[in-house]
């Protein structure tokens, strides 16, 4: 498998298991989720939900599982939101959330067979504290997850 390095400034995204590296040019808002109950009023529980808001201009929340399925309500364990550029009114509730500011990345980036049809993984990278997480691409991350 082909290894490349990728240089700059990235958020990392932790759901569970699942980890995701995005550039931190996408992410448009990284905050602590301080109001669950207005996160509960504006829940989007499906693809539906989150397409309607993100084409009404509509605040909205949401969650993925680690299979990148939305999630029917607010998991307790959930405390930071992003909103991405491509989808700035949707906010996603994470369980881990961090900054990455000036840091390489030896990525592997998966063969074509190995790539399932609009998988938004592109690559995988190790982490300082040895773990994995998932590159990917915003607008493919988006799009898989109104595709449910």
Not at 35 to 52: G, T
Not at 67 to 84: A, C, G, K, R, W
């Amino acid at each position: 498998m082909k290894t490349r390095t990728l240089h700059g400034d990235f958020v990392l995204l932790g759901i569970e298991q699942l980890k995701i590296v995005l550039p931190q040019s996408a992410a448009t808002t990284v905050a602590h989720l301080k109001d669950k109950n207005s996160a509960r009023s504006h829940w989007l529980s499906d693809a539906r939900a989150v397409e309607r808001c993100i084409r009404e201009h509509q605040m909205g929340f949401s969650a993925l599982s680690s299979n990148l399925e939305i999630l029917p309500s607010i998991p307790d364990h959930h405390f930071v939101i992003t909103s991405f550029s491509v989808a700035p009114d949707v906010s996603w509730c994470w369980k881990e959330v961090q900054l990455l500011n000036d840091v390489n990345f030896e990525v592997v980036d998966f063969p074509p067979i190995l790539k399932l049809k609009n998988t938004p993984m592109e690559s995988l990278t190790t982490l300082e504290d040895g773990s994995q997480a998932y590159v990917c691409d915003p607008d493919k991350l988006l799009k898989c997850i109104l595709q449910q």
